[in-house]
């Protein structure tokens, strides 16, 4: 049977895009007969990250971690995140010769430069180290593939994301949702430093606008706006239910690398407003009718207001998970036949 070990720093009780794309491309992966094994924080002691104590970093040896992998016998090993587990992972493969694929979730240079005096330089330098050590990168999108190859990052192969329309579809819309009045500007996700979020609420827009999450800037935004709504986190059918009574979902980040909020909306019958920039011009470029598109974010709201939420239906259903995990799955496998990076065949002779 084939085995794959995903080693991840993200991962329960966080609620992101990396633990959701895992999760669904896991259980994609096991209905095709491939064995799954973890190694998460979950396994380890761990810390509150300094300022943004959701996440916690695992304090684990490189014996430790080793053992976690020995112990699940890999045919192969799949590297998801660029922090300690995933450090303590890729000397692993390097030491025993285990050729691996890594992905790129996160603008881990810009998410670490807009908490500490970094420069974005030194960041990506890491990042180039990193990524380059593995057979593949995985990347969401061409324009994410595009700008980290112009950064030195190689070996980069596609895995784009799906969506579960069994959980988020169309519902009918209620007159006042929420007690607020319409049109509804929703956002969902991390309310954190990097999502952008002030550009979305200071807009001068008609109607309401919600922020369904949670985070480190919650407390601060709330203080700052007392006119939104800020529900904290929903899940399962409570979350789709929200996301069916939206107008218009609103995406401000300019550092996500994909945005699986946005399919969730879409399937949800939502049009979607954003800046064009990766991930938002991957997913809408094309489809006007399905969201817009503007440097100008307010424009861009009012813009999707008038976009038809049959579109934006339309558009998501070219999603799916199980075309995503197979992606996924021949991307591992070919990083394990293909040849060894040139720093990994020098470090290993």
């Not at 670490?112 to 420069?119: C, D, G, L, N, T």
Request: proline share 7%; with cysteine.
């Amino acid at each position: 049977m084939t085995r794959i070990t995903i080693v991840t720093d993200a991962w329960h009780p966080q609620v992101n895009g990396v633990v959701r794309s895992i999760e669904n491309t896991n259980a994609e992966l096991e209905r095709m007969g491939v064995e799954v094994c973890m190694v998460t924080p979950q396994s380890f002691h761990s810390v509150p990250c300094p300022t943004y104590p959701e996440i916690r970093l695992s304090v684990a040896g490189y014996r430790r971690v080793s053992r976690e992998i020995e112990k699940s016998q890999p045919s192969y090993v799949h590297i998801a995140t660029e922090g300690p587990l995933g450090f303590m992972a890729r000397r692993w493969c390097i030491k025993h010769g285990m050729r691996f694929s890594t992905s790129y979730h996160t603008r881990f240079p810009e998410y670490v430069a807009a908490r500490f005096p970094v420069p974005e330089s030194w960041l990506y330098a890491f990042v180039r180290w990193f990524h380059n050590g593995g057979s593949a990168c995985m990347v969401a999108t061409p324009s994410l593939e595009s700008e980290l190859n112009a950064r030195g990052v190689k070996n980069l192969k596609r895995w784009s994301r799906g969506i579960d329309s069994a959980q988020f579809f169309p519902r009918e819309k209620i007159a006042r949702p929420f007690g607020l009045p319409r049109p509804i500007y929703m956002t969902v996700g991390r309310v954190s430093v990097e999502k952008n979020l002030p550009e979305f609420l200071d807009l001068d827009l008609p109607g309401s606008k919600v922020v369904i999450g949670d985070g480190p800037a919650r407390a601060d935004l709330e203080g700052r706006y007392p006119n939104v709504l800020f529900t904290g986190v929903k899940t399962g059918r409570e979350l789709a239910d929200a996301y069916a009574q939206a107008d218009v979902f609103v995406f401000p980040s300019k550092t996500d690398t994909f945005g699986n909020t946005i399919l969730e909306a879409l399937a949800s019958g939502v049009p979607v407003a954003a800046f064009p920039v990766t991930g938002p011009i991957d997913i809408l470029g094309g489809f006007p009718k399905a969201g817009a598109l503007n440097d100008d974010l307010r424009t861009a709201c009012l813009a999707a207001l008038g976009c038809a939420p049959d579109a934006a239906l339309s558009l998501s259903k070219s999603y799916s998970w199980e075309t995503a995990s197979r992606q996924f799955l021949n991307n591992v496998t070919s990083a394990a036949s293909s040849g060894m990076p040139e720093f990994y065949a020098a470090s290993t002779a």
